[in-house]
């Protein structure tokens, strides 16, 4: 049955309420047609119960907007929602990326994550080709998808809105990997579903690393929003030392937007709960808003947390990552990389779900707390112990 303002209805019934779903519900392919944005396709999401979202298909399909009941969530930056065109991946000395930094959700990878690296590439098999200069957070975000599919599907008295796409990174003489995403939402829900699979098409044993950058914004991101997470320890902070308290900013609760604020990262281990997944989430209690990522421990085992609470840039990142936020050399060195020989995968699955009240923030908060409780104190003193991830190739 879907739920739509305040009734059950069966799928008969809503079809007697409207000549078509999408006066309630559905999924629009649009193109963008002004600045930086123009030529961009973009698939918008609207479920019914007042969340609205939007998948860029020629930027990962990755998701753009996200909004409930007309209030923000997913942050938009001052780059805009750049045409992969426009973008210039080795310009910067490797920062270009964050000319194309926005949206609630940026992949990251398919081969490197984090920062700029250069590494060894004899994997691939050839002479002229002795090393990979990566620029940050790898290439994936910025690859047009090809679209496979969208639209609606009932099963019985459900009603799913779902798209499907294949990104492809490939080079000669370097990696052959293809992400096939596909998302999902309920006619009636207030969930984002995410299903990606990440594939070696091609015949070198290649490196693989993943993470998401999930990205909100005000609203729900405002002075006392509170960052809730199943913590078991804090490994690393990345303005430990004499910086690590200088701002007075703590991991728990977010300030206003500053001038001159210093970016924060985080890592911390989480928990799991009996299925295997780790719940994080931010909420905004004056707005009774908040808002819940669900990835699989199994798949995502490290977690940052990104604080850029910059006047003009205001945002706070919930980073489920396959890897340390040591780096790519360093995965190697440890024995931690991903590789992938031909036909090889690698699944990842993540749940965006909106709190909408006290009830389900107080529900979110005590599903998490029943995990791991996190530390009360603001600035607790990263161990510096990163769990072994070995075993992984």
């Not at 780790?278 to 947390?305: H, I, M, S």
Request: glycine fraction near 12%; aromatic fraction near 10%; charged fraction near 25%.
């Amino acid at each position: 049955m879907v739920e739509l303002y305040g009734k059950t209805l069966s799928r008969r019934q809503v079809a007697e309420r409207s000549g078509m779903l999408s006066q309630f519900a559905g999924v629009r392919l649009m193109t963008l047609g002004d600045g930086v944005e123009r030529g961009i396709r973009m698939l918008e999401f609207r479920t019914g119960s007042g969340l609205r979202f939007t998948a860029l298909v020629d930027r990962a399909l990755d998701i753009a907007d996200c909004d409930f009941k007309g209030q923000a969530i997913g942050w938009h930056s001052p780059s805009g929602f750049r045409h992969p065109g426009l973008h210039d991946y080795e310009g910067e000395s490797g920062l270009a990326w964050a000319r194309s930094f926005s949206g609630l959700l940026v992949t990251c990878g398919l081969d490197h994550i984090l920062g700029r690296e250069e590494v060894p590439a004899e994997n691939y098999n050839y002479p002229g080709k002795k090393t990979v200069t990566h620029s940050l957070h790898g290439r994936v975000g910025t690859i047009p998808a090809r679209l496979t599919g969208y639209g609606e599907r009932w099963d019985g008295d459900r009603c799913v809105l779902w798209a499907e796409g294949i990104i492809q990174q490939a080079a000669v003489f370097g990696e052959d990997l293809h992400l096939i995403r596909r998302i999902e939402a309920d006619v009636g829900g207030n969930e984002i579903r995410l299903a990606d699979r990440v594939v070696n098409h091609g015949f070198n044993r290649t490196p693989h690393m993943y993470f998401y950058h999930v990205n909100v914004s005000h609203p729900l991101l405002d002075a006392g929003s509170r960052y809730l997470a199943p913590i078991r320890d804090v490994i690393w902070a990345g303005h430990a030392g004499e910086r690590y308290e200088a701002q007075k900013v703590g991991y728990r609760t977010a300030p206003a937007p500053r001038m001159g604020f210093s970016e924060q990262v985080w890592q911390h281990e989480m928990g799991a709960d009996a299925k295997g997944e780790v719940p994080v989430a931010v909420v905004n209690d004056r707005l009774g808003l908040g808002f819940e990522v669900v990835t699989r421990k199994d798949q995502l085992p490290c977690a940052y947390q990104w604080q850029n609470f910059q006047a003009g840039q205001y945002a706070l990142g919930i980073e489920p990552s396959t890897h340390h936020v040591l780096g790519d050399l360093a995965a190697r060195d440890r024995g931690e990389m991903i590789w992938l020989e031909h036909g090889e995968a690698r699944a990842y699955d993540a749940g965006f779900r909106v709190l909408d009240g006290a009830g389900e923030i107080a529900a979110a908060e005590g599903r998490i707390a029943a995990i791991a409780r996190q530390p009360e104190q603001d600035y607790p003193q990263p161990s510096g112990s990163f769990p072994s991830l070995g075993g992984r190739a």
